[in-house]
Structure formats: structure tokens, C-alpha cells
């Protein structure tokens, strides 16, 4: 792993890439061999063109263009207008550094010709898709553009997933779609997370219109006094502006510092339309923040007049390398931008700041504000601890003195961990600035918040004593960052020995209501007692008229419930008896020409039931309509004269003629 980190360490060196996941993404893909890497890198920053490289096209891939499949020119050129007429090749320079380093790669780059792929794109949007083929010159971002006409969808909202034998997340808008080493026929899948399903059509609607807008930047170089202006479509990224304009200004993106930037600019991966630019023109300001790169180029192209000042310059440019090497990396920020999760926010300003001082450092407090509040000071006086907000800003230059020589020392430490709850924020941003007032306003109020408001950068970082008297949050002291060591203790000491006098007058009030409260207490619970028992009584009385009620209630309903399960039998049985009689054939009529057979029915009341069937209707016919009548056959038995049998227990299914019952039968009903 060192040594990965080394050669990582050299290609950046080399090549000037600054993305960290680009250099690990070349690298691997030639397998950690740096020369290789190198060499490939370089030719592509060297490359010729686009409108000198005569584009090879494959008959089956042109011959799709017939069938709606989008095709791109070699030809088009997504650069804006405005920057070609500045620089011819915005490489040459920084490639004609490697020269005595790599004779190879300079010799493959300028005499290879590097003919053009056609490369096919299936591309799916939930239900849609489109099928978009383009050459191999082009760029990441050119998808997207052509995705942004066809689904009016901003490019910053774009995220195109499938990469082959890629991370997605590695993949940027600005690269080169031959530097992917991608197959002919590509199957992506385009997702827009930062867009609801609902509103995609409205919400980007407005978004389009910006993006689609033209800003002119008036972009002034402090180093050299040059200032040149350059026109960008809305829908260009702030990262992707930077690397547009870095052949113009000689020099390299990481060594590029911008002032004009809106407020309202939070990255760099923001676009022209959403960072709040001044319509049409917006002006900037950018210098370099070391060695200029233009002081490089001078030394490399530079006439040498003789072999002694080549080995010269050699030395020179290997100098500057090595300083290159050992630069250190950028220090992350203590707290991102517009922290609105405190809790978040102060996680990563122990970590960072863990990071810059090292692990002899105060126990910050991980939460927000309020928590700290109620940790520390909204408690009992005798578990209040003095409350010390450490407020930082990175564009001071006393931060870091204050943080390794008075903050970090043991001693500092010490006496704030046994004594104090620290909690910190960083003002570096003025997102987090704004987040800060608006919390002071809320728990220490106006008065507070403007004198955190007034403190400039100059005047920071500053260490508030935080106390409580009476109910209220106050600032008991304010230590700034221009105080020593033996101050900043004093003022801590006395703060404390101030805060102890308060906790002791605060802590005899808390006993003494607290002795008070007991008594009311007492007395309250001796009333309470006597009022109970009273209330026992008549909760008793209560309980025992309402059983009383309860029992008379239960009878009603119990009789109620009886008298409707009766009714609701007797209409079950009349539905029954409704529904067999439905079921009952016809009866013959007198003049029927069909053999028939006429049933006399005694019922047990004395009543007769008389009805007629074919002989080829069956005993289930008889059955039914005896029980249609009233008379369940599961409660009477229905006899035969003679024969003298029970015709219940009967096959039901045989007729009348195989049963031999003449044309005329007397049966009776007797109840079981």
C-alpha cells in the first residue's frame, strides 16, 4: 500500500491531474505501472484536435442512423465559443515537461494518428429509451447534453449508471469516453434522484430555461493583469468552468484562487444557472495560490544555449517535482457547508480537527447547540458545569497558533475537561456563520448574537465562556485568539471561581424551594389522603348502583337477544321454506296427459295438504315440499299407509314409479 501511495503520489506529480479517483482510475487500469500510466495520460493530453482527426465510421453502426438512433459529429465541438481563439493546444506546454522524462510517450503522441470508434449507447429513463451513438473524442458530458434535449432534464440533475468494469461514481463529465476503454455497445440506465416522479416535467422546466441561457464571464488574472472574457451555457458546472479556462490563464486547476463567486455557490458541481451569476455578464477575479504555473513554462521553453543549461533546467524541473511530491495534502474543512445537522457537523469537526492537532485536544461535545445547553447549564445547580463555545474560522491566521499552543497544551485541556463542556463551530463558511447567529438569537438573545455578528475573521477563533444566572444563558467571557497561554488560564480560573459563587447562591435557592416544596408536598398528600377516603366512600356507593344497573341491563339485553335470535330463526325458516318451494317443479294440472300421482298430506293439527307430481318426479321433491310447508322433515316422519314405512329414510333420488305409488297416496305427518 506504500507503495501505491507513492507511485499515486508521482503520477499526480507528473501528469498535474488533481482528482485523486481519475489518477487511482488510470492507474489501474494499467495495473500500477506509472511509466505506462504516464504515457497513456500524456497522449491523450497531447492528442491532436478534433477537427484534425478524420472520423472512422462502421457501415452497421451509419446505417442505424436511418432508424432513429442519434448520431454525433467527430465534428461538433462542445467547447465554448470564445476560448479556441485564446489557446491553440491548452497541453502543450505541461507535455513538453515529460519530454526528457519519457522519450516514448512523446514520440507516440506526435507521430500515432488516433482514429475515431463509434461508440453505441442504449440508454433507459424509467419508461423511455433512447439509443445515442458518438465518437469516442467526445466527452461524458456530451451524453448528457444530448439527454438534457431529449428529456429536458438539467445536466446537474443527470446520473448515468452501467458503466462496464467501472464505478460509477469514479466517472466525470469531463471525460473521454476513449480513456474509458468502453466496448462498441453500451447499455446505461440515466437516473435524476434530486427530481420527484411527479413534478419531473415542472420542476425542470423553469431549470431548462436558465441552463439554456448564455453568461459572459469577464474573468481578470490578478498575476498578470490580463482579463479576457468568455461566454458559457447556464448548464456548464463551476469545476467544469475552471478546467475550460485554465489554458487561457496558464494555470492549473489546483493552483487556481476565485474571488466573485456568489455566496449562493456551495461546490463546484453546481451550474452556471443555479450559483446566482449576474445575468449576462458576471465578473471574476482568479490568481494563483504558489508557483505559478506560467513561471514553469517560461523555465521549461526557455532557449538553451548550450548543454550546461539544459542540465540546468533539468535540475530546476526536477526541484519543483520533488516539492510537488512532498506537498502535503489540502485540509479538509472542520465542518462542511450549510450545517444544518449539528450533530453531523460537530462529528466532523472532531475528526478534522483530530486530523490537524493531533489527539491532545479538548472533549468536544457532539450535538447541537441545544443539547449542550441543557447538558450543561438547563440542569440542577449542583450538575452545572461551566458551558465554553470555541468558535473557529480558517482564514485566521491566529487559528492555528491558538489551537497547537494554547488550546491542545495539557494544561488547557485539563482544566477544561474537569471543569467545563466544550462545545465548537466553525464561521469559516458564512452558511455556518448564519446557522450560528440564528441559535444564539434563539437561546442567549439579540444582544449576544450581535456581538458574535461584529467579530470579523481577524478577530477570531474566540473562546466564549457560557453561564447561567437567574434562568437566563449568559457570556460570562470572551477569550479571543490573540491572548497567551498564562491569560487565557487566568481568564478561565476566574470564570470559574465567578460561576462557583453563582452555583452556591443557585444551589442554597434550589434547597431552600426545594424544603419548601416538600412541605407543600407533605400537606398536599395529607389532604389528598383524607380527600381520598372520602372519595372512597362514594366510589363504593357508585360502584354498587352502577352493578345493580349493570345486572337489570343484562337481563333486558339478554331478552332482547332471545326475542331476536327467535325472529331471526323464524325468518330463516321462512326464506328456507321460500326458497325450497322456488325450487318445486310446477304442478301438473288436471288435464295433464303425463301419468301423475296425487298426494293427501295429514298434518298433526289436522290440516291436509294436497299436491300433485309426475311419477317420474323423485322422494327429494316430496321432501322439499312438505318442509316448504312448515313441516322440517328432520322434525316429523312421513309415513306410508300401506306399505306402512318412514319415506325419510328413502333414497331420495327414486321416483315415485320405482317407489310403486299409485296415482292416488295418503301419508301422515307425525312429529318426532
Known amino acids: 500500500m506504500a507503495d501505491r501511495d507513492a507511485i499515486l503520489i508521482e503520477f499526480q506529480a507528473f501528469t498535474c491531474l488533481e482528482n485523486l479517483e481519475e489518477c487511482i482510475a488510470i492507474l489501474e487500469q494499467h495495473d500500477w505501472n506509472l511509466q505506462e500510466a504516464v504515457q497513456s495520460t500524456i497522449a491523450r493530453l497531447d492528442s491532436p484536435r478534433h477537427d484534425q482527426m478524420p472520423p472512422v465510421v462502421d457501415s452497421e453502426i451509419a446505417s ?15 467547447s465554448v465559443s470564445g476560448l479556441n481563439s485564446l489557446v491553440s493546444n491548452p497541453f502543450n506546454h505541461d507535455t513538453n515537461l515529460f519530454e526528457g522524462a519519457f522519450d516514448s510517450a512523446a514520440a507516440s503522441s506526435s507521430t500515432d494518428v488516433q482514429y475515431l470508434r463509434l461508440l453505441e449507447f442504449n440508454i433507459e429513463y424509467r419508461d423511455k429509451s433512447i439509443v445515442l451513438v458518438l465518437p469516442d473524442d467526445q466527452r461524458v458530458s456530451k451524453i448528457k447534453e444530448l439527454l438534457q434535449n431529449e428529456f429536458s432534464i438539467p445536466v446537474s440533475k443527470q446520473e448515468l449508471h452501467g458503466w462496464i468494469h467501472k464505478n460509477d461514481s469514479l466517472i466525470q463529465d469531463y471525460d473521454i469516453l476513449r480513456d474509458l476503454k468502453l466496448p462498441k455497445k453500451n447499455n446505461l440506465y440515466l437516473l435524476t434522484p434530486d427530481l420527484p416522479a411527479f413534478s419531473l416535467i415542472q420542476s425542470t422546466s423553469s431549470e431548462s430555461n436558465d441552463e439554456q441561457k448564455v453568461y459572459e464571464l469577464v474573468i481578470k488574472n490578478e498575476d498578470t493583469g490580463d482579463q479576457f472574457s468568455a461566454k458559457f451555457p447556464g448548464s456548464k458546472t463551476v469545476a467544469e468552468v475552471k478546467f475550460d479556462v485554465y489554458p487561457a490563464l496558464n494555470m492549473q486547476v489546483r493552483h487556481q484562487v476565485w474571488q466573485g463567486w456568489p455566496d449562493s455557490m456551495r461546490n463546484e458541481k453546481m451550474t452556471l444557472a443555479n450559483c446566482g451569476l449576474n445575468f449576462p455578464t458576471h465578473h471574476l477575479q482568479v490568481s494563483s495560490c504558489g508557483k ?26 526536477d526541484d519543483d517535482l520533488m516539492e510537488e511530491v512532498s506537498r502535503p495534502a489540502a485540509l479538509q474543512p472542520l465542518m462542511p457547508n450549510d450545517a444544518e445537522d449539528q450533530t453531523v457537523a460537530a462529528e466532523q469537526f472532531v475528526r478534522e480537527f483530530r486530523a490537524r492537532y493531533g489527539d491532545t485536544q479538548p472533549v468536544f461535545f457532539i450535538g447541537s447547540l441545544e443539547d449542550v445547553l441543557k447538558e450543561s447549564l438547563q440542569c440542577k445547580a449542583r450538575d452545572r458545569k461551566l458551558l465554553a463555545i470555541y468558535l473557529h474560522h480558517d482564514n485566521s491566521i491566529l487559528s492555528n497558533v491558538f489551537c497547537s499552543q494554547i488550546l491542545c497544551t495539557d494544561t488547557v485541556v485539563s482544566f477544561l475537561s474537569t471543569n467545563f463542556i466544550v462545545w465548537a463551530w466553525d464561521l469559516t463558511h458564512i452558511s455556518n456563520k448564519n446557522i450560528l447567529l440564528r441559535h444564539c438569537t ?4 439579540s444582544v449576544a448574537a450581535n456581538t458574535v455578528k461584529q467579530f470579523c475573521p481577524d478577530k477570531l477563533p474566540l473562546l466564549l465562556v457560557i453561564s447561567r444566572n437567574r434562568g437566563t444563558n449568559e457570556v460570562m467571557e470572551v477569550i479571543d485568539g490573540s491572548c497567551t497561554l498564562n491569560d487565557v488560564m487566568a481568564r478561565l480560573i476566574h470564570s470559574l471561581e465567578l460561576f462557583k459563587q453563582q452555583v452556591a447562591v443557585d444551589i442554597q435557592e434550589e434547597d431552600e424551594r426545594d424544603a419548601r416544596e416538600k412541605m407543600l408536598a407533605e400537606q398536599d398528600a395529607a389532604y389528598q389522603e383524607s380527600l381520598a377516603l372520602d372519595r372512597a366512600k362514594v366510589e363504593s356507593k357508585r360502584k354498587e348502583e352502577e352493578e345493580r344497573r349493570k345486572i337489570e341491563d343484562f337481563e333486558k339485553q339478554k331478552q332482547v337477544e332471545e326475542e331476536f335470535k327467535k325472529i331471526k330463526a323464524e325468518e330463516e325458516k321462512v326464506a328456507f321454506r321460500q326458497s325450497l318451494a322456488n325450487q318445486l317443479p310446477d304442478e301438473p294440472s288436471a288435464n295433464c296427459t303425463d301419468p301423475t300421482t296425487a298426494f293427501r298430506i295429514r298434518c298433526p293439527e289436522g290440516q291436509t295438504l294436497s299436491r300433485r307430481f309426475l311419477t317420474t318426479g323423485t322422494l327429494f321433491m316430496l321432501m322439499n315440499y312438505i318442509t316448504s310447508q312448515g313441516y322440517h322433515v328432520e322434525e316429523y316422519k312421513v309415513l306410508q299407509t300401506y306399505p306402512r314405512r318412514d319415506l325419510r329414510i328413502l333414497d331420495q333420488n327414486l321416483t315415485f314409479a320405482e317407489l310403486k305409488i299409485g296415482r292416488q297416496e295418503t301419508l301422515t305427518l307425525e312429529k318426532l
Open 64 to 78: 442505424d442512423g436511418a432508424s432513429g438512433i442519434s448520431f454525433v459529429s467527430p465534428f461538433d465541438n462542445p
Open 292 to 317: 505559478s504555473a506560467s513561471a514553469k513554462t517560461e523555465n521549461v521553453q526557455a532557449p538553451m544555449e548550450d548543454e550546461m543549461e539544459i542540465e540546468s533546467d533539468a535540475e530546476v524541473y
Open 442 to 445: 434563539a437561546h442567549f438573545g
